[in-house]
């Protein structure tokens, strides 16, 4: 199946490092900045685990996500839903979608923080935490 996001910067970095498109199940949203012109960004910590090597698809040990952050900066953000705030924001998922004029980024709901943001353009910026092989 071919990858729906080629044109979306930073895009395969989490896919490759989670060995699957991530889901962001259980993940918290740190910080959200909106602005009127300019970038806004989505700062997301990753939790949970993923297979110690992601493309290996055979039985290994899991490694933590802890500390793993994905910053997702939108450009031309035009529209958004938010909904809950709260000590920690956690998701039960994140998804990205094509929209009309652009992109929607969806914050599924858990505890806190949810709801959607439609942007012109999205950009990921992914930085693993590092973490030593078991």
Partial sequence: MPDPFTDVPGYSEPVVFCGDVPSFHDSEIVSLHLNREGI????????????????????????????????????DVEDLELDGFGIQNVISALSLERAERGFQLKMWPCYGISGWLQAGKVRIEFAPARVDRI
């Fill in 40 to 75: 806004s960004q989505l700062v997301i910590r990753m939790f949970g685990h993923r297979r110690a090597n992601a493309t290996d698809h055979v039985q290994q040990p899991f490694v933590p996500l802890d500390g793993t952050v994905v910053p997702f900066s939108l450009e």
